[in-house]
């Protein structure tokens, strides 16, 4: 491996009594990449996700930061080398501020974070990068306002700060974009597209128009194995992906017509 793949996988496989929902996967993200792992429903694409962070331990295979196996790690092991998830379903503290969740999360990054019988006042020293990280995703203004009460595609952008907080190298994003209407897709990409500099985003993605406007590089799984790799353009070609999200009669029906 060379050193411009900050993740790769190898083999990696994670069988479930006998039924196989990752098979094989050869994943490499390149350092600095926008790269999303794409396909339909049940294709193993969370599972990968799961597997990448530790929520779940691998059947077989290896993966590798930084060209060294952390295959073995835990979470929280993961996480303090820079690998930080979000979560397809929003994961912040509702009755909480939004400065208040931004600031749990710098405490997590000091080893802080379980410390709730500090004053409040032993915190203030957060404040200031709290508030940079709200600029940063333009959530200034929703500073002092509970969570519960932020529109869904703001407690999305909340979520992305949250995980700025933790200061990743790669942030790996499960469906940032679920369940949001287009002008907030609109603002959520051009949110990743400000917050991937000078980081690398492996993302989980069901939103084709998203994929080809943010990515880099794009992996296909179907069946839990590698389907296809590519640009968009790559992938948006091929007809074994276009059978795998469509079924092979609309597939040939749309290469007729085409």
């Known amino acids: 491996m060379t050193q ?17 929902a990752v098979d094989d996967v050869n994943l490499q ?13 049940g294709a193993g694409k969370t599972t990968v996700f799961n597997l990448l962070t530790k929520f779940l331990p691998p059947t077989r295979g290896e993966i ?3 060209g060294k ?8 092991e993961i996480a303090r080398l820079g690998l930080v998830r979000s979560f397809q379903i929003s994961a912040v503290f509702a009755h909480m501020t939004a400065m208040e969740n931004v600031r749990v999360a710098l405490q997590r990054k000091l080893g802080t974070s379980f ?6 006042k032993s ?11 709200l600029e940063e995703v333009g959530l200034r203004e929703y500073a002092d306002v509970l969570t519960v009460e932020m529109p869904y595609g703001r407690k999305r952008a909340l979520e992305v700060a949250t995980t700025l907080a933790l200061e990743p190298t790669l942030m790996l994003l499960d469906e940032p974009t679920q369940g949001m209407g287009a002008e907030d897709v609109d603002r959520i990409v051009e949110l990743i597209r400000r917050v991937s500099k000078g980081r690398t985003v492996l993302m989980v993605e069901h939103n084709l128009s998203v994929v080809s406007r943010l990515c880099d590089r794009i992996t296909v799984l179907a069946r839990g194995s590698v389907l296809a790799e590519g640009d968009y353009q790559e992938v948006s070609r091929n007809p074994l992906v276009r059978e795998a ?12 017509s085409a």
């Open 4 to 20: 411009e793949f900050i993740l790769e996988t190898r083999g990696l496989t994670k069988e479930f009594r006998g039924f196989t």
């Open 29 to 41: 993200v390149r350092d600095g990449h926008i790269h999303a792992l794409i396909g339909p429903n």
């Open 64 to 66: 590798l930061y930084r």
């Open 69 to 76: 196996p952390i295959t073995s790690m835990k979470a929280n």
């Open 115 to 120: 410390h709730f019988w500090k004053s409040e």
């Open 123 to 133: 915190l203030d020293h957060l404040n200031d990068r709290a508030l940079e990280l």
């Open 245 to 256: 999200y469509m079924g092979s009669d609309a597939a040939e029906e749309e290469e007729a």
